[in-house]
């Protein structure tokens, strides 16, 4: 697959989604360490999020969490979102001997660490959510026709994907039938009748 290939699975909202929380997530911890302890302007500090940021998006980019085709299980989501956050913030940690002393607040940053990760693993899980529910109108309706065997592992991947696809009927051009019996269609012969009937996207 080439370069352009790739960058059709590749999945802005996600991305900018993640910039958004990441900046906010800076933000609620610059508000609330200002509760305990005096802070140096916001400005001051804002040489963490240069480094942090594109560090963990990349990290995140090279395990495949752009890209709608990546199974996206939850534990594989809260795996890449903490080692991307440990490793930016290590790196942030190392680097922090090298800046002046007023440009770093040892609470802030682990403020921010804790509540970046926190911030990031609900944006993700919420937006898994999105993607997965059934009423979502975004979704297209896709006719599957085939091999009812290849339709359960087609269907068992595209639910493990960011793919925004319900099936919605189901055409068995062979002799074993559908395990879900909702979808069912008895012969190819109803293929028109169901095409009048409902609204499909795809085939």
């Known amino acids: 697959m080439n370069t352009s290939n790739k960058l059709v699975f590749f999945n802005v909202y996600h991305l900018l989604a993640d910039l958004f929380n990441l900046m906010l997530a ?21 040489w963490v999020l240069i480094i942090y940021i594109p560090i963990w998006i990349f990290i995140m980019s090279v395990n495949g969490m752009y890209d709608t085709t990546t199974f996206t299980y939850y534990d594989r989501i809260f795996r890449n979102i903490l080692f991307s956050t440990i490793f930016s913030s290590l790196l942030v940690a190392v680097l922090k001997n090298s800046i002046k002393e007023s440009m770093y607040n040892g609470l802030l940053f682990f403020i921010f660490f804790l509540i970046s990760l926190i911030v990031m693993l609900i944006e993700r899980y919420s937006l898994l959510y999105v993607i997965k529910n059934p009423n979502n109108k975004n979704i297209k309706q896709v006719m599957f026709v085939g091999d009812p065997k290849i339709y359960e592992k087609f269907n068992g991947f595209i639910e493990k994907t960011d793919i925004k696809i319900n099936i919605s009927s189901c055409f068995s051009i062979g002799e074993d039938e559908f395990a879900n019996s909702e979808k069912l269609k008895d012969d190819v012969r109803n293929f028109q009748e169901s095409l009048m009937q409902h609204v499909i996207d795809e085939i």
């Open 26 to 46: 800076y933000y609620i911890s610059y508000i609330l360490t200002a509760q305990f302890i005096p802070v140096n302007s916001m400005q001051e500090y804002l």
